[in-house]
């Protein structure tokens, strides 16, 4: 049974603590992204790659957010310094893209992360 | 940008009852895909539609793409509890392959 893995689950840390989130996409998918879920905001994009390539961070504040595909298994988000209004579920989800035409997500099932 | 409005924000219904749920934009997509998320998961695919006026059933669910490719609705018949979450819609863009937008979803509750 396919599907994206997400670690941790819960995390709760302390401001200006480091924050790394991993994630490891369906086996054979070109395209992983990283959402960030709140309920003010709702769905919102933070990066994607596309065969490891980072092809849009724009969704991200640089200055404290670096998303990167060290491999084909593994993708990782990594908060630092974390602030408390990075209290939010982030998703990840991998997908096979090819042409523009059908651009379906697979989500795993998220990180709460909770700054304190 | 390409923006999804979905209507109605909150649905709160009987089981057994009809709804009709509402995906709009001013901008043409590609494809537009429904999901449904539940509470402490992520969101779920349900289907995608590609072609103007594509109607596409899964069980009681059924999901139509307006003829621009502008708008989609997900009717659901005789609703039950196990409908209750989260229904995002999210438009394919035209130029970049796999970079979603999602509107800001339903939240359906079905009540026993």
């Known amino acids: 049974d396919a599907r994206v893995t997400q670690t941790p689950r819960h995390k709760v840390t302390e401001m200006g603590q480091e924050v790394t989130m991993r994630c490891q996409p369906i086996?054979?998918?070109?395209?992983v992204f990283w959402y960030r879920q709140t309920m003010m905001q709702g769905l919102e994009l933070l990066a994607y790659?596309?065969?490891?390539?980072?092809?849009?961070d724009s969704g991200m504040p640089k200055d404290r957010f670096s998303a990167e595909m060290p491999d084909a298994t593994l993708a990782t988000l990594k908060i630092q310094p974390s602030e408390p209004r990075d209290s939010a579920v982030y998703f990840c989800?991998?997908?096979?893209?090819?042409?523009?035409?059908?651009?379906?997500?697979?989500f795993g099932q998220g990180t709460r992360l909770t700054v304190v | 940008t390409q923006l999804l409005e979905q209507s109605p924000q909150f649905l709160s219904i009987q089981e057994g009852e009809n709804l009709t749920v509402y995906c709009n934009s001013s901008?043409?997509?590609?494809?537009l895909q429904w999901y449904r998320q539940e509470p402490g998961e992520g969101p779920v695919l349900l289907v995608t539609?590609?072609?103007?006026?594509e109607v596409k059933k899964l069980k009681r669910l059924t999901f139509q793409f307006g003829d621009a490719r502008k708008d989609s609705s997900l009717h659901i018949t005789a609703a039950q509890p196990g409908d209750t979450g989260l229904y995002l819609c999210?438009?394919?863009?035209?130029?970049?392959?796999?970079?979603?937008?999602f509107g800001d979803g339903t939240t359906l509750t079905v009540k026993p």
């Open positions: 989800a991998s997908g096979w893209a090819v042409s523009a035409g059908k651009d379906e997500a697979f």
């Open positions: 999210a438009g394919g863009g035209s130029t970049n392959a796999g970079k979603s937008t």
């Open positions: 790659f596309r065969n490891r390539a980072p092809l849009d």
């Open positions: 539609v590609v072609t103007g006026g």
């Open positions: 086996l054979g998918h070109n395209t």
């Open positions: 901008s043409v997509f590609s494809s």
